[in-house]
Structure formats: structure tokens, C-alpha cells
């Protein structure tokens, strides 16, 4: 019976590959045997309602038992977890290298590695412990915006589990969020959110002159400092929203609509950001004409209408992502 195999998929869902088909066989068998012999849609109803909510039995079915999160939550934060991890592995180096490289103090080859090394673990201690942090103080106030626990009767309802909050077995694609979508938006929000907030210094435009390196800042820092509470509550924002969509896998209304909110918010921090021309440094614009042999005045106003362009471009990309996503639930 299909609402039988929607039970069944909304539990072994959740639990480890290797363990899914065990897991299925054994929970039709139970309920099988909890259903008389000539068994009617109601019995089977009566019967899933029994055997209760199925985020909660899935919970039931694994190994070991998990509570840094709660267990609804859980696996979405170690999943974000380890794709900030990535990022951070990928960036810290990168970010040591050119620490060291741009820096007044000339090294031997010996000492540059020696710096380089010393550079990346302080950077790796700053970055683990502000992404930690910040991903677990993401997940916990996700995990306590409802004091009710009303998620935990069925995720993200607001009212207790039903038979009717099952999902149907996924035929179709036309609802699903597809993972890498939500990987790539944790990736690049989390790469750009801590390199603009904490590292800016890095950004610029690089010129070596005899071995010599220098960096021309690309940002205004002071002027940047106004932006960086709502850039670090964009990046939480889209963290959330992303984790999110792992959790559900699917496009529903109210999934729909907190994207085209954090859309909005989006937009308005674009423009505001963008089409500020105090944002990014002259020493920046000027040596970026210098270096393309363009006419300082000339680049200067082909420079304020690329920012113009890039936030139209950005506005109709999260416009259309707002309006996709609402489509697609309502599918």
C-alpha cells in the first residue's frame, strides 16, 4: 500500500546507506504483523500512527544515540559541518601564502615555510573557531526558536505528525532541491562571508615589483565595517536556509517563501553594498586603470556602471530564484 511505502521512506531516509535496507525490511515486517488479515487503509493508518512519528523511530533505529543537537537536527550540523571544514582546508592555506608572500619582512626559503606553517595554524585555530561557533549557534537557535519543540513532533510544521505530513516516494523531480545546490550555497556564502568580515586585508589587487610584493586593498576597511553585521546575519541566514532545504530535500510553501525573504534581504544588502562608491577604495579603481591603460575618469564611470550592471544581474538572479522557488512548490 503506497502510504505504507511513503512511512516507510520518510524513516530509513534519515538513516546511514548501510543500514537502509535492513531497516525496511525489518519496519514492514512490523508492520505486517501489526495489521489483521484482511486489513482495510484504515488499519494501516491506525497501525503508522502507533508506531508514531517517523523522524523519532528513524532515532530509534540507529546505533548510538545523539544529543549535542537534537536529534532532528543533528545530522543536517554535522553535514554543514564538514563542508565548512572543506572550505576552511581549502582557504586557510591559500590565505597563509599569500599572508606571508605580501609581507614587508623578506624570508629565506627555510623561514617562509617556517611562516607559512606558523601562519596556517594561527589562521586554522581563528577560522575553526569562529565557523564552529558560528554553525553551532546557528543550529542551536534553530533548534530553540520554538520552545514548544513543535519541529520535533514532525520537522518544521508547527503541528503534530499526521499521516498526511508523509511524503510521497520520489518519482518526480520537479519538487526536489537538489544537494549540491544547498552545498554550494553554504560553500561560497561561508567562503565569501569570512573572507570579506575577517579578512579583507586580503583582497586587492597584487603587484610584485623585484621580488617585492604589494597588495592595493580593493575595500574601504572603515566603510566596510558598516556592512559586516548584516554580511555575518546573511551568512547565518543563508546557512540556516540552506540547511534547511538538506533537511527537507523538497520544495514546500513555507520553504519557498523564507527563501524569497532571505532573496530580499539579499537584494537590499546588494544594492546598498554595491552602488555605495565609498565602499571600494580610489587607490584600488586607480591602479586597476593604471594597469589596463585606461583613462582614470573613464574607468571610474565604466567601473560605477559594472556596479550598476552587477546589482540589475543580481537582483533579477534572486528575483527569478524567489519566484522558481514558489513555483516549484506549489507544483
Same mark, same amino acid.
Given at each position: ?14 538513516? $546511514? ?5 535492513e531497516v525496511e525490511r525489518e ?32 532515532? @530509534? ?9 537534537? %536529534? ?8 554543514v559541518l564538514k563542508l565548512v571544514? #572543506?572550505? #576552511?582546508?581549502?582557504?586557510? %592555506? ?14 629565506? %626559503?627555510?623561514?617562509?615555510?617556517? @611562516? ?46 499526521? #499521516?498526511?505530513?508523509? @511524503?510521497?516516494? $520520489? ?45 592595493? $586593498? ?10 559586516? $553585521?548584516?554580511?555575518?546575519?546573511? =551568512? ?15 520544495? =514546500? ?27 571600494? &577604495? ?27 550592471g552587477i546589482a540589475a544581474l &543580481?537582483?533579477? =538572479? ?14
Amino acid at each position: 500500500m503506497e502510504v505504507i511505502d511513503r512511512y516507510v521512506y520518510a524513516v530509513v531516509k534519515r538513516l $546511514p546507506e548501510k543500514s537502509r535496507t535492513e531497516v525496511e525490511r525489518e519496519l514492514r515486517a512490523n508492520i505486517e504483523d501489526m495489521l489483521p488479515d484482511s486489513y482495510e487503509e484504515a488499519d494501516v493508518h491506525k497501525a503508522l500512527l502507533e508506531l508514531g512519528n517517523p523522524a523519532e523511530l528513524a532515532e @530509534q533505529y540507529r546505533e548510538t544515540a545523539r544529543f549535542l543537537i537534537s %536529534p532532528a537536527l543533528y545530522g543536517s550540523y554535522i553535514y554543514v559541518l564538514k563542508l565548512v571544514s #572543506i572550505v #576552511i582546508a581549502i582557504a586557510i %592555506p591559500i590565505a597563509a601564502f599569500v599572508t606571508v608572500l605580501t609581507d614587508a619582512q623578506p624570508y629565506g %626559503p627555510i623561514e617562509f615555510i617556517v @611562516q607559512l606553517f606558523v601562519q596556517a595554524i594561527a589562521m586554522a585555530f581563528q577560522a575553526v573557531f569562529i565557523a564552529f561557533g558560528a554553525v553551532t549557534l546557528v543550529f542551536a537557535f534553530m533548534d530553540r526558536v520554538d520552545k514548544d519543540k513543535k519541529y520535533a513532533q514532525w520537522p518544521y510544521t508547527g503541528k503534530a505528525w499526521t #499521516i498526511k505530513d508523509l @511524503q510521497e516516494v $520520489p518519482a518526480s523531480h520537479s519538487r526536489s532541491v537538489a544537494k549540491s545546490e544547498s552545498i554550494f550555497s553554504i560553500v561560497v556564502g561561508v567562503f565569501f562571508g569570512i573572507a570579506i568580515c575577517f579578512y579583507p586585508e586580503l583582497l586587492g589587487w597584487y603587484s610584485n615589483n623585484n621580488g617585492d610584493w604589494s597588495i592595493v $586593498p580593493l575595500f574601504n576597511e572603515s566603510e566596510l565595517r558598516v556592512y559586516v $553585521p548584516f554580511l555575518l546575519a546573511l =551568512t547565518a541566514f543563508s546557512v540556516i536556509l540552506a540547511a534547511l532545504k538538506l533537511i527537507q530535500q523538497r520544495w =514546500t510553501v513555507r520553504l519557498a517563501w523564507l527563501n524569497v525573504l532571505f532573496n530580499i534581504c539579499n537584494i537590499a544588502f546588494v544594492c546598498a553594498f554595491l552602488l555605495n562608491p565609498n565602499v571600494f &577604495s580610489d587607490a584600488f579603481v586607480a591602479t586597476f586603470a593604471m594597469n589596463v591603460d585606461a583613462d582614470l575618469d573613464s574607468f571610474e564611470r565604466m567601473w560605477e556602471m559594472c556596479m550598476y550592471g552587477i546589482a540589475a544581474l &543580481s537582483v533579477i =538572479t534572486l528575483a527569478w530564484d524567489g519566484i522558481n522557488g514558489l513555483l516549484k512548490s506549489r507544483k
